[in-house]
C-alpha cells in the first residue's frame, strides 16, 4: 500500500490549493482514507475524511471551507482548501484504514503517505 501526496505550497490568506494523494497497490473505494495535519509542535489532527461507503466528515474548523473528493478511476483523493488561514498552516497527510471509517487516533491508523507542506501568509 502506497499514498502519495502532492499539492502543497505557499499562499496567502484567503486563497486556495488543492492536495492530491494518489494510492497504489490497493482500491482506495473500498478504504475510508482522509487527510490529518501537523503544526510544528502539535499533535496530528484529522481535517477531512472519505468512508468506504463514500460519506465525508470534516473537523469544524475547517467546515465550509474544504472539500474532500474521491476520484475511484484515478485512484486519487483530492482535498480543496478555499478561504485559506494562517492557522491552516501544518503539514498535511493521506492515511487510510482498511475498516469502514478512518480513525481520528493517528497511532490506529493503518497507511500513512508522506506529507506535503501548507504554509499560509498573513
Known amino acids: 500500500v502506497q499514498l502519495q501526496a502532492s499539492g502543497g505550497g505557499l499562499v496567502q490568506a484567503g486563497g486556495s490549493l488543492r492536495l492530491s494523494c494518489a494510492a497504489s497497490e490497493f482500491a482506495m473505494e473500498h478504504y475510508a482514507i482522509g487527510w490529518f495535519r501537523q503544526a510544528p509542535g502539535k499533535q496530528r489532527d484529522l481535517v477531512a475524511a472519505i468512508t468506504s461507503g463514500g460519506a465525508t466528515n470534516y473537523v469544524d474548523s475547517v467546515k465550509g471551507r474544504f472539500t474532500i473528493s474521491r476520484d475511484n478511476a484515478k485512484n486519487t483523493i483530492y482535498l480543496q482548501m478555499a478561504s485559506l488561514k494562517p492557522e491552516d498552516t501544518a503539514v498535511y497527510l493521506c492515511?487510510?484504514?482498511?475498516?469502514?471509517?478512518?480513525?481520528?487516533?493517528?497511532?490506529?491508523?493503518?497507511?500513512w503517505g508522506q506529507g506535503t507542506q501548507v504554509t499560509v501568509s498573513s
Open positions: 492515511a487510510a484504514d482498511r475498516g469502514t471509517s478512518l480513525s481520528r487516533d493517528p497511532l490506529l491508523v493503518d497507511y
